[in-house]
């Protein structure tokens, strides 16, 4: 039963929803995760949860077993007052775990929530290090917050810690409305680049409120969150789009070489011309903005006049 209940969960969550466990449901899960000894020494767990079923009222965890935790949650991210937001490497996967001791043991109160994150490097069909010489990147895997402590910002937190601790945070593929609305309005506000991986998993800039209609963007992929210094690339190709949104821009696909491409371009007057012999994956000409993925770079394209200017990613 026990298992059956995970699977359910994880199913929901790749659905983009946060889980609706309890705070003991998600403590259980986060000590004793494959077996024990995850995040948590399987001994220490142990010393907690003794103490977590034994608890009655309001009291909060014995000072002891909060510095048990402490010390081996990882590395602390966040800490105001009670609060406190870790992240550790766990097999393939970064967790972050969020307790709040101000609060209760029983039931497990203190725990509200966890963010799993895998290292974008760890992805076989994309290199930000390779695009943007950045290599602290990582994608949203699950985020689960308990059903206590929903709509109270705590899920918030945990986000500004991966922020706070990448370079580059995508979401996961599939976002809810919930989590769209944090993306779109708390990540964005404090983001100093906000995008889209397009087609080839290149970073397309979002200008405006224009470019964040989730219908204009289902056909695009991970949002993306730039924190810190915004790699010189991306300020060029926001000049390049000078506005365009990742919606109005059509994207082609071809195996010829980055050579033969260029002379392609040099030699059109309109991004319809490439219609013939290259594959249109999304997107409208009408626009005269696009970009073109090929086996080597991604290479963007605007109507001049009669002429093509061409940017190279």
């Given amino acids: 039963m026990i298992r ?8 929901d969550v790749n659905r983009g929803h946060f889980t609706k466990d309890s705070s003991m449901d998600l403590l259980e899960d986060y000590f004793y995760t494959d077996g024990g000894d995850g995040v948590i020494p399987k001994s220490i767990a142990d010393k907690v949860m003794k103490v977590v079923d034994g608890s009655e009222g309001d009291k909060p965890l014995p000072k002891d077993l909060q510095s048990l935790i402490v010390s081996k949650a990882g590395i602390k991210v966040y800490g105001s007052g009670t609060i406190y937001i870790f992240k550790k490497k766990v097999s393939d996967r970064i967790i972050y775990s969020g307790f709040d001791f101000s609060q209760p043991a029983k039931n497990g109160l203190f725990f509200f929530g966890r963010l799993f994150t895998v290292k974008m490097s760890n992805k076989v069909n994309y290199s930000p290090k390779k695009q943007l010489n950045i290599d602290n990147a990582e994608e949203i895997h699950l985020s689960q917050v308990s059903k206590e402590y929903l709509g109270k910002g705590y899920g918030k937190l945990l986000y500004d810690a991966a922020m706070k601790t990448t370079d580059i945070l995508y979401s996961d593929g599939v976002l809810y409305g919930g989590s769209f609305k944090l ?4 990540i964005r506000r404090n983001s100093k680049f906000f995008g889209v991986s397009g087609w080839g998993d290149v970073i397309l800039p979002i200008f405006s409120e224009d470019g964040l209609n989730k219908t204009e963007l289902r056909n695009l992929n ?12 991306l300020i060029k190709l926001q000049e390049f789009l000078n506005g365009k949104e990742p919606h109005e821009l059509v994207a082609f696909y071809t195996r010829d070489t980055f050579r ?25 000409v009408k626009y005269g903005v696009g970009y073109i993925v090929t086996g080597n770079a991604t290479i963007f394209v605007k109507e001049s006049g009669d002429d093509l200017e061409y940017f190279v990613l």
């Fill in 222 to 233: 991970r949002l993306v969150a730039i924190t810190k210094k915004v790699p010189t690339q």
């Fill in 260 to 284: 033969n491409v260029i002379r392609d371009i040099e030699s059109f007057g309109a991004l319809e011309d490439f219609k013939e012999d290259y594959e249109e994956l999304s997107g409208d």
């Fill in 183 to 186: 993306w779109i309005n708390h």
């Fill in 4 to 11: 059956l209940k995970k699977i359910l969960n994880e199913l």
